[in-house]
């Protein structure tokens, strides 16, 4: 079946450390968006990615890094420097103009906790 | 500054009561308008869309939701509510051209017998 998986589902980590949370889609996207959903904060977008090679930051994108080396893959690395890194983080992906389909298609989220 | 707005946190409604959640923006321009729902631990599914003409839109599930410019608003109604209705509500928007969505806070349903 076509989707969005993420991995790994729970994620503890001890402050300092870095952590990767992987995203892979297979409905053949161009477009991946990291969103960090917080208890009543709604989503915040983190990066996006509208190609291959090319991604642009969000509204919260200090302490986090991505890369975009192949259009099925947009993994996320939560380094050492954001602050609060314990959330709900959620990948999403959406064919080209999103204006004009309007939906994005969500993986089933990577809860962080930082111990 | 920009934004969508979702005023109720959390709404309680009886089982086949009726149900509006509420949602308002503050763009200059019309956004393109979304609402999604997303069960607990899950990821988000796309409930309606508006892009323009009719303003009272149909969608997934039972839910229907109108724009009204005038009030810069696009509330999601159900005539009748389920059980596993409950969930959290998203509205969003896509600001202009191909940005991406910008989602409100969210509103938490929860459903009694």
């Known amino acids: 079946d076509g989707g969005i998986t993420q991995s790994p589902k729970y994620l503890f980590r001890k402050e300092g450390q870095n952590v990767t949370l992987s995203c892979e889609q297979n409905?053949?996207?161009?477009?991946m968006y990291w969103y960090r959903q917080d208890p009543g904060q709604g989503l915040r977008l983190i990066y996006y990615s509208q190609i291959v090679n090319d991604f642009q930051k969000g509204d919260i994108a200090e302490g986090y890094s991505v890369s975009r080396e192949k259009k099925e893959s947009f993994p996320l690395t939560v380094t050492s420097a954001q602050k609060n890194p314990t959330a709900f983080y959620l990948c999403?992906?959406?064919?080209?103009?999103?204006?004009?389909?309007?939906?994005?298609?969500f993986g089933e989220g990577s809860r962080l906790t930082v111990l | 500054a920009q934004s969508v707005t979702q005023p109720d946190i959390h709404i309680t409604v009886s089982e086949g009561a009726s149900l509006e959640l509420r949602c308002n923006y503050s763009y200059g321009a019309t956004p393109y308008l979304f609402w999604y729902v997303q069960s607990p631990g899950q990821g988000l599914q796309l409930l309606l869309k508006?892009?323009?003409?009719?303003?009272l839109v149909q969608g997934i599930k039972g839910f229907e939701a109108e724009f009204k410019r005038s009030q810069s608003s696009f509330n999601l109604r159900k005539p009748s509510v389920h059980w596993s209705d409950a969930a959290e509500y998203f509205c969003a928007v896509v600001p202009w051209g191909n940005t991406p969505l910008v989602f409100g806070k969210g509103t938490r349903l929860s459903v009694i017998a």
């Open positions: 999403a992906s959406s064919m080209p103009g999103l204006a004009l389909t309007g939906e994005l298609f």
């Open positions: 508006y892009f323009s003409g009719d303003t």
């Open positions: 409905l053949n996207h161009d477009a």
